[in-house]
């Protein structure tokens, strides 16, 4: 096999389709626009990973260590490509370094980005401090290891998540109406550790309707409740404001099982984010000339092929969350699926 294969992104799909492409003898270059393998996982110091309770390290770690041992796999950090020519086979690739690279085949796996919650007004994040994002609550996890107010250090009484924040909201126009398929099940874990390790906090989750996808519904939804006293509410958040009288947030929801409004004082509100095409994704879908849905951006797969793998290019092939929300281990499944694609492709003969 002369030429080698691109994947673009270091993240758990990218990385899976590299280690897999290094083990079975296929050079290939692994190119990640920031300086770290593991993406946003690993970038954004996740704390605990839903479902199997596993810290970014453990699950990703073994991965990073594969590919960076691997003598088939040439790993190019800090580095993204410019500009592509040619087809299927024989692609010529320009990188931001300035390298030229001829490849067979590319795999995109260049991910996702968080929704900026700046863009709910109403909800008063980036206004009011007590005010988080679920990756703020990882972070503070992670890198602190306790639960605070950001406004005074305290820990709060009361805790409220309020789900789908970006995701299913057609307010937002036709963008952001895909469900985020991770946030209900991280809330339910998120919102177990704090009952577990600070009992006296009370923790409320806002929802429109739960959805923990298959073996998920016990562990992340009954658990919370039934073993760790985590309160579920019906309802839809029309406001978040601050009473300065004592220094607490309001939580203004229409209650929709018994249908009243209500508002409820909290401490400290954590918003679950959604997921939207990373600029990267969009960046190289539109060099490498890929289909994008019209309304959230994400790449599709190919109309003509069964494969929710294979691009409408032929020899570019597509894994993880560049194409909609997803898990870990789903992105890193189909990262090894894009793998065989690959090899398929190339027509390989694989020497076991
Ligand atoms: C707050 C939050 C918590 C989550 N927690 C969990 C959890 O506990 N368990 C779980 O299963 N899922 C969780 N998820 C979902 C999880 O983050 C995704 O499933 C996973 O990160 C997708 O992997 P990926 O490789 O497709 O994309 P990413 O993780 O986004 O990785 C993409 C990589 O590509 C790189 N890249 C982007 N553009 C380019 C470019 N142009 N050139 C080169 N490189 C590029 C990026 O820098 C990044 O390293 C969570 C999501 C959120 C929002
Ligand atoms: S997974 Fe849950 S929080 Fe995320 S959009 Fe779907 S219903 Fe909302």
């Known amino acids: 096999m002369a030429k ?3 994947v673009i992104g270091g993240g758990p799909a990218g990385l899976s389709a590299a280690r897999a492409l290094g083990k079975l003898g296929v050079p290939t270059v692994l190119v990640e626009k920031e300086n770290k393998l593991g993406g946003r996982p690993v970038l954004e110091s996740y704390h605990t990973l839903i479902p199997r309770k596993m810290t970014p390290s453990q699950v990703l770690g073994p991965y990073i260590e594969d590919v960076q041992s691997n003598g088939n796999v040439r790993i190019m950090l800090g580095t993204e490509i410019e500009a592509c020519e040619g087809e299927a086979g024989d692609f010529k690739v320009s990188l931001s370094n300035g390298e030229k690279l001829e490849v067979s085949a590319i795999v995109v796996a260049t991910g996702f980005q968080h929704f900026d919650s700046r863009r709910k007004g109403e909800l008063g994040y980036g206004i009011y401090p007590d005010v988080i994002t679920n990756l703020q609550l990882e972070q503070m996890f992670s890198k602190e290891g306790r639960l605070y107010r950001p406004s005074n250090g305290e820990l709060p009484k009361r805790v409220a998540f309020v789900f789908c924040v970006g995701s299913r909201d057609r307010q937002l126009g036709v963008t952001n109406v895909h469900c985020c398929r991770y946030g ?18 009370d923790v409320f989750c806002y929802y429109m309707d739960v959805r923990t996808y298959g073996t998920w519904e016990y562990p992340f939804y009954w658990a919370p409740q039934e073993e760790y006293g985590v309160r579920y509410v019906r309802g839809r958040i029309a406001e978040i404001t601050f009473n300065p009288a004592d220094g607490r947030l309001r939580v203004k929801h ?7 409004p209500a508002e409820i004082p909290m401490d400290l509100v954590v918003l679950v984010l959604g997921m939207e095409p990373s600029p990267g994704t969009k960046k190289v879908a539109k060099i490498l000339g890929l289909k994008q849905d019209p309304d959230s951006r994400f790449i ?3 109309d003509e092929s069964g494969s929710n793998i294979r691009s409408n290019k032929e020899g570019i092939f597509i894994a993880g969350a560049c194409k909609g929300p997803i898990d870990i281990e789903s992105s890193m499944a189909e990262g090894e699926a894009a793998a065989m694609e690959v090899l398929n492709f190339l027509g390989a003969k694989v020497t076991v």
């Open 4 to 6: 080698s294969v691109l």
């Open 184 to 201: 209900c099940a991280l809330s339910g874990l998120q919102a177990s550790e704090i009952r577990e390790k600070y009992p006296e906090v």
């Open 254 to 260: 229409e209650d929709t099982i018994v249908q009243r």
């Open 300 to 302: 599709v797969p190919s």
